[in-house]
């Protein structure tokens, strides 16, 4: 789309213009305009067509449904990741790239983010010191230019710092990413579903303080899945800290971050570690789960070897 006529039409829409009004301003047919804005929903911004009326969505739709990827063979490799924090100038694009690289040598077929992929934009006034870029636009194609890309497809959620853009009034910049980029699906914000062959799993970014123990986020939330629709596989973000577990028939895991700690969380207290799961499902002759052996890798200021 061109840039000074998406720019017009959102600054009409901004001013809650008329229909009618915001086509004689741009000098399109009314069906020109509804496709301009069907457009921009699919490069992440928040605005939609509904009852004649050009509006702004105050956050973004929530994702129904699940998510399927046929999956056919015998073992099903992963790599679970999380709070990236892409922009920060605590953003460790070295791991990741170490990762990725890692990714395929280990014959990974899909890596998961369960949020934060981006630092966004806050209204914290000192976040201005901890961020590389200082537009949408700009953290945007930093993700874009520098994400990592592997021989399979990453699949993320959004984080709150993620959504932070859309308090900014920019958009679903995840979204916008994989509008970009062929090899990340973005799934929607905060939770989805997805089932791998027969292996259905969460994501779940989460919101709010981190807990007196890091399970507790996890399991509360898991206590309020329902048991016919609990996954063989939950993953959690935002809290920053590892943690597995394997309850009734779900595993568990809390994916750290890859960001080193920041002005921000050292000032707080908040714990900050870097790690990210390697996770192998064995599959039984009718493809379902069989077991599930999980792999952590953590990582210290420079780039370490794995630990055991």
């Given at each position: 789309m061109d840039k000074e006529l998406k720019g017009k039409l959102k600054y009409l829409i901004n001013k809650k213009k008329d229909f009618a009004v915001i086509c004689e301003e741009l000098e399109l047919k009314d069906y020109e305009v509804i496709g301009l804005v069907m457009l921009m929903k699919q490069d992440g911004d928040l605005v939609d067509y509904i009852d004649g009326q050009i509006v702004k969505l105050t956050k973004p739709i929530q994702t129904e449904g699940t998510y399927h990827v046929p999956h056919n063979l015998e073992r099903l490799r992963l790599l679970l990741i999380s709070d990236t924090h892409l922009g920060s100038t605590s953003d460790r694009l070295d791991i990741l790239r170490y990762v990725y690289d890692k990714a395929d040598k280990r014959g990974v077929q899909h890596i998961l983010h369960s949020g934060d992929l981006f630092e966004g934009i806050s209204n914290r006034p000192e976040q201005v010191y901890e961020r590389r870029m200082h537009s949408y636009d700009d953290m945007l194609q930093y993700g874009v230019d520098n994400y990592p890309s592997y021989s399979g497809k990453t699949y993320a959620i959004s984080g709150n710092h993620d959504d932070?853009?859309?308090?900014?009034?920019?958009?679903?910049?995840?979204?916008?990413?994989?509008?970009?980029?062929?090899?990340?699906?973005?799934?929607?914000?905060?939770?989805?579903?997805?089932?791998?062959?027969?292996?259905?799993?969460?994501?779940?970014?989460?919101?709010?303080?981190?807990?007196?123990?890091?399970?507790?986020?996890?399991?509360?939330?898991?206590?309020?899945?329902?048991?016919?629709?609990?996954?063989?596989?939950?993953?959690?973000?935002?809290?920053h800290r590892a943690f597995y577990a394997h309850r009734d028939e779900t595993h568990c895991f809390q994916t750290s971050a890859l960001q080193d700690e920041t002005a921000y969380t050292k000032s707080l207290g908040l714990p900050n570690s870097k790690s990210c799961w390697w996770v192998d499902v064995n599959l039984d002759d009718k493809g379902r789960v069989a077991s599930i052996v999980p792999e952590l890798e953590t990582f210290g200021p420079k780039l370490v070897k794995k630990r055991r």
């Open positions: 932070w853009m859309i308090k900014q009034g920019s958009g679903e910049i995840i979204r916008s990413l994989a509008r970009q980029r062929e090899d990340i699906v973005y799934l929607g914000p905060s939770v989805a579903d997805m089932q791998i062959g027969k292996t259905k799993i969460r994501l779940f970014h989460g919101q709010g303080k981190v807990g007196y123990a890091v399970s507790y986020k996890m399991e509360r939330y898991l206590d309020a899945i329902p048991m016919a629709e609990r996954p063989h596989i939950l993953q959690m973000g935002h809290i």
